[in-house]
Each structure stands twice: as structure tokens, then as C-alpha cells.
């Protein structure tokens, strides 16, 4: 009878020390999701590896093409794709009322995305191709276009729009 319970009580205490690690790792790293408490609805400033992207929940690692949708209640959302943002809010009863800020690749300042410039083939974490910039270029499309773009499903994920855009 003992020979048969030791392997067991042996897999389940590794499972027990198992679970205990990643509870311990999670809680000391305390990553962002969701940030509370952004009244002014101003752009926080990101760290690399602590911020969560609300779309996908990817580590945010690289603040490129980060943006940020703060609702009125001071609720911060995170991304590091402007594509994956779009799609994100798009069902959000606050997507209209909500101010959404773009950090610009050209000037590395946050700015509201609606005045922002999009360029549709810049290389991005999730590979939608919009990269956020301040300074227009003949190129660049506004907000809108992006949104739509981005919402049709013409993105540098589309094969035929890869090709159409980049010619591979």
C-alpha cells in the first residue's frame, strides 16, 4: 500500500513546490495590467518588463509603438502595438470619450492619437505596421484611416497588403 501512495504524495509535493514558485515569481515582479487613479488622463510614464499589453497581455518590452487608452475614471490601459489598441477599444463603451495617447517614433514624445500620423509599414511588436509620428510625411495616414485600416483587417498580417505595401 505505501509503494503505491509514495509516488503520488512524491508528484503532488513537486506540483506543490511548482505552484509555490510561480505564485512567488508573480507577486514580486507585480506587473501592470490596469492602472487606477489617472484622474488628469495624462500619459504615464512606462518602464520596460513591468507593464502587461491589455489586447494580447504580451510583457511590454519594448516602448516603441506603446500607447496608452485612459478612460474618464482614471482607468490606464497599456499596449506596445497601435493596431492591437484599435482592436482593443473598439468594443469599449468609452471608446469615443476615451483620451488615447501614442508615444511618436520620430519625436519620443506622448501625443493624443488622433493628431498623430501613421506610417503602414513600420516593422511592430505585433506586426500590424503602424508606427505612431508626429510629423506628417505624404505617406502617413490619419487616426481614422489607421482605425479603419486596422479594422478591415489591412495590415502588414494581411499577406496581400504586405505585398501591395513592401512588394514581398
Known amino acids: 500500500m505505501i509503494k ?13 513546490i511548482i505552484v509555490t514558485l510561480f505564485l512567488s515569481l ?9 492602472q487606477e487613479g489617472n484622474t488628469k488622463q495624462i500619459p504615464i510614464e512606462m518602464k520596460k518588463g513591468i507593464y502587461l499589453d491589455s489586447d494580447c497581455g504580451m510583457v511590454i ?6 500607447s496608452q487608452v485612459i478612460s474618464s475614471s482614471g482607468k490606464s490601459w497599456f499596449f506596445h502595438d497601435h493596431g492591437g489598441m484599435v482592436k482593443w477599444l473598439e468594443d469599449k ?9 501614442v508615444k511618436t517614433r520620430d519625436t519620443k514624445k506622448w501625443i493624443q ?6 506610417s503602414l509599414t513600420d516593422t511592430t511588436a505585433m506586426g500590424y505596421g503602424f508606427g505612431a509620428y508626429e510629423n506628417k510625411k505624404d505617406s502617413y495616414v490619419d487616426f481614422d484611416t489607421m482605425r479603419l485600416r486596422m479594422l478591415r483587417g489591412e495590415t502588414l498580417n494581411n499577406p496581400s497588403i504586405r505585398k501591395q505595401l513592401l512588394g514581398k
Open 61 to 66: 518590452d519594448d516602448l516603441k509603438d506603446t
Open 4 to 16: 503505491k501512495i509514495t509516488p503520488i504524495l512524491i508528484i503532488l509535493a513537486l506540483v506543490a
Open 113 to 118: 492619437a488622433r493628431k498623430a500620423h501613421y
Open 93 to 101: 463603451e468609452f471608446k469615443n470619450s476615451a483620451k488615447i495617447w
Open 26 to 34: 508573480a507577486t514580486s515582479k507585480k506587473m501592470i495590467l490596469v
